[in-house]
């Protein structure tokens, strides 16, 4: 096989921005992402691989080379991360306004002086320090600001609808958007703007399908669980646990087959925290896969179910033991996984591979091949697997990552002094989903929101 110069060089290009990014940064929680992007329609949605820093305090970085098609004369945001409608101080976002870039966060704007220029590629990148956002262009800070954030959305966008009647959606490129758990300094900023090889040879998403929805107000402010709950307030005292985790079972028990050739994958499920784990899915999709790391996992039911029933914690049910489960089990994704083996009854049928309910968000991967995906937690799956199956009489490899929903609210419990608390919070924006699980009433905050696969299989 013989390759071109050009093509060398392209490569070269590539792995060299690759290279970069992970010099200067270390590893995103979430990117890096490159979309084309066609002025009109959805945008691209994307979701976080590590925790995301969504709470008012975090801090983060992100960054992403731009390259627009025209330059627009509404108000029109380009990448960033939260929900991407007009709610005070809850979005993270660069856009280009009339007079110049901006950094949004919902009612918290810093401005700039400088204009991005149309048809050429460009570095943005904003930074928080818990406090204060920095704002750059081609690796030169161009405004700061002391700001005051709300909660985030775990979710990850370029090109959203705008969040105002007036505003337009961004018309042109973004590549290797990426964003960071915590505030990276200048000279990380410069290394990253300077690494600018190869951009027009990456491989863009195209543009969504489908009409811009109408994303603007009139918003009322958030009310509801949207920040943590004063510590001063909790119920007490709370209760001392230490996880004694169950030993793995010796032998993995395996689904049988009824008499109408139907297959209950409801034995020897696995589980463990994916959250900036650094598997491919196609590798944990295979029947070589080692998992003796993982949990035994109870499907259907939820992650935290799984981790109950382990030992890692207490029953949330009795006493405060609610107090003892983190409340980031909600910002986590997971790997769920079991294998079985092809019935020959199958010989010659088409097969179909149901899953009855999820929670919120998962990905399917059958033999290291993808079947799809679904979003919902009353939404049903419906895959067909003929052409993925091993043949009859085989091992087979299922693996589910499974997302939260992006806006989870933040942990509350009721107790004198705190009263019953509100009655949920921005979860409503993921519908459908459980919504009562960020608190309610007559319910505390579940810990991990009901994330899991929570129907048969």
């Known amino acids: 096989m013989t390759l071109r110069l050009p093509t060398i060089l392209r490569s070269l290009f590539l792995f060299c921005g690759l290279l970069t990014l992970a010099a200067a940064a270390d590893r995103p929680v979430a990117g890096p992402f490159d979309a084309d992007c066609r002025g009109a329609g959805p945008g691209h949605a994307r979701w976080f691989d590590g925790m995301p820093p969504i709470d008012s305090d975090d801090t983060w970085t992100f960054s992403f080379w731009v390259k627009p098609t025209s330059i627009p004369a509404k108000p029109t945001l380009i990448a960033g ?5 007009n709610l005070d101080g809850a979005e993270r976002y660069l856009g280009l306004f009339p007079e110049g870039l901006h950094f949004w966060g919902g009612g918290v704007d810093v401005p ?47 090109a959203p609808p705008p969040p ?105 499920w696995e589980m463990a925290d994916a959250t900036g784990l650094n598997l491919s899915a196609a590798a944990v999709a295979s029947v070589d896969f080692k998992s003796t790391s993982w949990y035994d996992a109870t499907v259907p039911g939820t992650v935290l ?106 942990a509350h419990e009721e107790s004198v002094s705190n009263g019953a608390g509100p009655n949920g919070g921005d979860g409503c924006l993921d519908g459908p989903t459980f919504f009562c699980t960020e608190g309610w009433d007559w319910i505390p905050t579940i810990r991990d929101r009901c994330t899991g696969i929570w129907q048969d299989v």
């Not at 300094?185 to 969504?208: E, H, Y």
């Open 305 to 410: 179910t799984t981790l109950v029933q382990q030992g890692i914690y207490p029953d949330p049910l009795y006493g405060l033991n609610n107090l003892v489960i983190p409340d980031d089990l909600s910002r986590r994704n997971w790997w769920y996984r079991t294998a079985f083996t092809t019935p020959t009854s199958w010989d010659g049928r088409t097969v179909q591979l149901t899953f009855k309910g999820i929670n919120y968000h998962a990905e399917v991967w059958l033999n290291g091949k993808p079947l799809g995906t679904i979003t919902g937690a009353f939404i049903r799956g419906v895959f067909d697997a003929t052409s993925s199956l091993a043949p009859a009489g085989k091992p087979n490899a299922l693996a589910v990552r499974i997302r939260p929903q992006p806006h989870g609210g933040a």
């Open 81 to 85: 991360f939260g929900a991407a409608i």
């Open 112 to 158: 700039t002086n400088v204009k991005l220029t149309a048809g050429r590629w460009q570095h943005c990148a904003a930074t928080f320090d818990g406090k204060r956002i920095s704002v750059y262009l081609d690796g030169r800070e161009v405004a700061k600001a002391e700001v005051r954030l709300t909660r985030s959305a775990a979710r990850a966008q370029m």
């Open 164 to 268: 105002w009647e007036i505003g337009g959606c961004f018309d042109g490129r973004v590549a290797r958007f990426a964003i960071w758990d915590r505030e990276l300094d200048a000279g990380a900023i410069t290394t990253l703007a300077r690494a600018n090889g190869g951009l027009d040879a990456l491989a863009f998403a195209p543009a969504p399908a489908g009409d811009t929805p109408e994303r603007f107000g009139p918003y009322v402010k958030r009310g509801g669980i949207i920040a943590e709950q004063d510590p001063t307030t909790y119920p007490g005292p709370k209760p001392r646990w230490e996880a004694k985790r169950i030993p793995r079972l010796a032998q993995r028990p395996v689904p049988q087959p009824a008499a109408d050739g139907t297959l209950r994958l409801d034995k020897g």
